[in-house]
């Protein structure tokens, strides 16, 4: 598995414009929801003949709104990072003692 989750780049033929493209058709319906809410013009194609990638052309003025919104689509369908409510208090528990310590400790050492 990748590290990196870059999905867009430079349009192929068109250097007015960036491609956003998505492997997971729920993603983007999401996406293209949130262009459409912020009125953002796209085109979009599906890659029938390849792996089924649909992709999203969008011009390079609204770039930044539309990278803004892809961040929003991917952490919108991400898994928690723990996901067992147990092991997320103990997480907490633990930080906030260690950080107690250290708060007493630098006091005592003063």
Known sequence: MSL?????????TN???MVFFFKD???AVYF???LNENKIKHERQVDE???GRVYF???KGDFKLAKKLN???YGHFREPFITVPFFKYLLLIVTITAVTLAIYGAIKAS
């Open 57 to 59: 052309g969008v011009m």
């Open 15 to 17: 250097r007015n414009k």
């Open 32 to 34: 293209q929801n949130l």
């Open 49 to 51: 003949e390849g792996d």
């Open 71 to 73: 961040f929003l689509t």
């Open 25 to 27: 058709p729920e993603h």
């Open 4 to 12: 990196t989750h870059i999905n867009y780049q430079d349009h192929p």
